[in-house]
C-alpha cells in the first residue's frame, strides 16, 4: 500500500527510519575513525602507514579510471 501513495507521503512515513539509519552509520564512521586515529598515534611507523593509505588511494583511482570492475557473485 505504500508504493501507491504519493511520493512526499511515503518520504514522511519513512523520514524516522532514513533519519536512525543515517545517525546509525554516521555513530560507526566516527568511532572507526576514532580507532584508526588512535592506532596511528600508539603506531610507531607512522609514515609507512600513511603511505599505505596513498598508494591504496592511488590504486583505487588508478583501477576506476582504466574501468577495472570486481567481479559480482550470482
Do not use: C, D, N
Not at 36 to 63: C, D, M, N, P, Q
Amino acid at each position: 500500500m505504500l508504493a501507491t501513495e504519493p511520493l512526499w507521503q511515503r518520504l514522511i512515513i519513512l523520514a524516522p527510519a532514513i533519519v536512525i539509519g543515517v545517525g546509525l552509520v554516521a555513530a560507526v564512521m566516527i568511532l572507526l575513525g576514532r580507532a584508526f586515529v588512535e592506532t596511528v598515534r600508539e603506531s610507531g611507523h607512522k609514515r609507512l602507514i600513511y603511505a599505505g593509505l596513498v598508494l591504496l588511494a592511488g590504486v583505487i583511482a588508478l583501477l576506476t579510471y582504466f574501468g577495472v570492475e570486481l567481479p559480482r557473485e550470482g
